[in-house]
């Protein structure tokens, strides 16, 4: 059975960092595309950043410069270095694994920045 599960979410003032982490369980981790997604209220759920099939880092153009994704095969864990956050950031994230047919979410943690 596949699992992912999210932390590090929190409250965060602007300007601060925080690091989030996605465990994997029941998952080849080093196969598949692997990211992170957000979803603001009364928004659609939007791609972050993330590693390719081939193990590409992408992010979006919002996040470019200020957020770094990492992972460790070995942990099978994801995260997301998240620096200068500015309260537009505020969202849920999940992590996301694509392999073949199979798509795999896991629960999310709030991301919240005050100005």
């Known amino acids: 059975q596949v699992q992912l599960v999210e932390s590090g979410g929190g409250l965060v003032q602007a300007g601060g960092s925080l690091r989030l982490s996605c465990a994997a369980s029941?998952?080849?981790?080093?196969?598949?595309?692997i990211n992170w997604f957000r979803q603001a209220p009364g928004k659609q759920r939007e791609l972050v950043a993330g590693?390719?099939?081939?193990?590409?880092?992408n992010y979006a153009d919002s996040v470019k410069g200020r957020f770094i994704v990492s992972r460790d095969n070995a942990k099978k864990t994801l995260y997301l270095q998240m620096n200068s956050l500015k309260p537009e950031d505020t969202a849920v994230y999940y992590c996301?694994?694509?392999?073949?047919?199979?798509?795999?979410w896991g629960q999310g943690t709030q991301v919240t920045v005050s100005s």
């Open positions: 590693f390719t099939g081939r193990g590409n880092a």
């Open positions: 029941g998952v080849i981790f080093s196969i598949g595309t």
């Open positions: 996301n694994m694509k392999f073949g047919a199979s798509d795999y």
